[in-house]
């Protein structure tokens, strides 16, 4: 477990300086980076790979010293290991098989999910063995809309029309997608937390697509799950969030999710983002009571642990 600067910040302590780690610090930026990655076929076996996740995870705090490491892996590992293809192409990005009816939800496990994804929790542990003290090791997963655009999706996209149209016209089985990518989600970050990571991270990068009147339903009500659920199991780890600009705000501290320093506080779940308005929110026209109640929730969580 880390002591330094990173975590000390998150439980309030203020520092002359903040600590300092960057977005994606592990990465091809890096010349030491390329000879590693020359070594593996693919990108999940690159991830797949503890050793080498390990070396590309240090690499970063070597050459800069940062307050925290980032454990080298992927949001996609999820879908991978309950059983959608998935593959990387050179210089395309990330492509999945993609999810076209809810009869291909029968073909998704959590079961594989723990063996499938030992190398990361490997990874993780040799990579707090190999960390200095002071420096925090942070894992991270994707939230679950962000998951269900790229399984949907089959990938990135523009307008992420696939997602809309399941969402709008099917919103009891696309709950369904997001109720198996919660659980799924939890196991991910708790078996993170076992093998030594000190705080973990989601990351909704597809969440700006969202109108105000989904954003609670399909982004934070399942973000506020999957922060009680890991808590429950480990009361003291700080969670964060970091969601897409929802509203146009680019570039600034504390926008498109991304706290300023002396905004941050132990064990928050943080979403910062102010939604557009568009179309209505099937599931909160059957049940106005439940969106509501969803949104008091979620009050009600950042304000007991703010």
């Given at each position: 477990?880390?002591?330094?600067?990173?975590?000390?910040?998150?439980?309030?302590?203020?520092?002359?300086?903040?600590?300092?780690?960057?977005?994606?610090?592990?990465?091809?930026?890096?010349?030491?980076?390329?000879?590693?990655?020359?070594?593996?076929?693919?990108?999940?076996?690159?991830?797949?790979?503890?050793?080498?996740?390990?070396?590309?995870?240090?690499?970063?705090?070597?050459?800069?010293?940062?307050?925290?490491?980032?454990?080298?892996?992927?949001?996609?590992?999820?879908?991978?290991?309950?059983?959608?293809?998935?593959?990387?192409?050179?210089?395309?990005?990330p492509k999945l098989e993609a999810l076209?009816?809810?009869?291909?939800?029968?073909?998704?496990?959590?079961?594989?999910?723990?063996?499938?994804?030992?190398?990361?929790?490997?990874?993780?542990?040799?990579?707090?063995?190999?960390?200095?003290?002071?420096?925090?090791?942070?894992?991270?997963?994707?939230?679950?809309?962000?998951?269900?655009?790229?399984?949907?999706?089959?990938?990135?996209?523009?307008?992420?029309?696939?997602?809309?149209?399941?969402?709008?016209?099917?919103?009891?089985?696309?709950?369904?997608?997001?109720?198996?990518?919660?659980?799924?989600?939890?196991?991910?970050?708790?078996?993170?937390?076992?093998?030594?990571?000190?705080?973990?991270?989601?990351?909704?990068?597809?969440?700006?697509?969202?109108?105000?009147?989904?954003?609670?339903?399909?982004?934070?009500?399942?973000?506020v799950r999957i922060a009680?659920?890991?808590?429950?199991?480990?009361?003291?780890?700080?969670?964060?969030?970091?969601?897409?600009?929802?509203?146009?705000?680019?570039?600034?501290?504390?926008?498109?999710?991304?706290?300023?320093?002396?905004?941050?506080?132990?064990?928050?779940?943080?979403?910062?983002?102010?939604?557009?308005?568009?179309?209505?929110?099937?599931?909160?026209?059957?049940?106005?009571?439940?969106?509501?109640?969803?949104?008091?929730?979620?009050?009600?969580?950042?304000?007991?642990?703010?």
């Amino acid at each position: 477990m880390s002591s330094g600067k990173f975590l000390e910040t998150l439980a309030g302590t203020r520092f002359a300086t903040p600590p300092i780690w960057l977005m994606r610090q592990a990465g091809r930026y890096l010349p030491e980076y390329h000879v590693v990655r020359a070594t593996t076929r693919s990108f999940l076996e690159f991830c797949y790979t503890p050793a080498k996740a390990v070396e590309v995870t240090l690499q970063p705090i070597r050459r800069f010293g940062f307050d925290a490491a980032i454990i080298f892996s992927d949001i996609l590992v999820i879908p991978d290991a309950l059983g959608q293809k998935v593959w990387y192409e050179e210089g395309e990005g990330p492509k999945l098989e993609a999810l076209t009816n809810p009869a291909q939800f029968g073909r998704l496990s959590r079961a594989r999910l723990p063996e499938h994804l030992a190398p990361v929790y490997e990874a993780i542990r040799l990579a707090r063995a190999a960390l200095p003290k002071e420096t925090a090791l942070l894992g991270f997963a994707g939230a679950p809309f962000t998951l269900a655009c790229y399984m949907i999706e089959g990938g990135g996209s523009r307008d992420f029309a696939k997602v809309k149209s399941w969402a709008y016209s099917h919103p009891d089985s696309f709950g369904l997608l997001i109720d198996l990518l919660v659980e799924a989600i939890v196991d991910h970050l708790t078996y993170q937390i076992d093998a030594g990571a000190d705080a973990v991270q989601l990351f909704d990068s597809c969440a700006g697509v969202l109108p105000e009147e989904q954003l609670f339903g399909w982004s934070l009500e399942p973000m506020v799950r999957i922060a009680h659920a890991v808590r429950s199991r480990h009361p003291k780890i700080p969670i964060q969030s970091r969601s897409a600009d929802a509203g146009g705000r680019r570039g600034r501290p504390g926008t498109r999710g991304h706290p300023h320093p002396r905004q941050a506080r132990p064990r928050l779940v943080r979403v910062q983002s102010r939604p557009r308005r568009g179309a209505a929110d099937a599931a909160g026209q059957r049940d106005p009571a439940r969106r509501h109640r969803a949104q008091l929730e979620a009050v009600r969580f950042m304000r007991a642990t703010s």
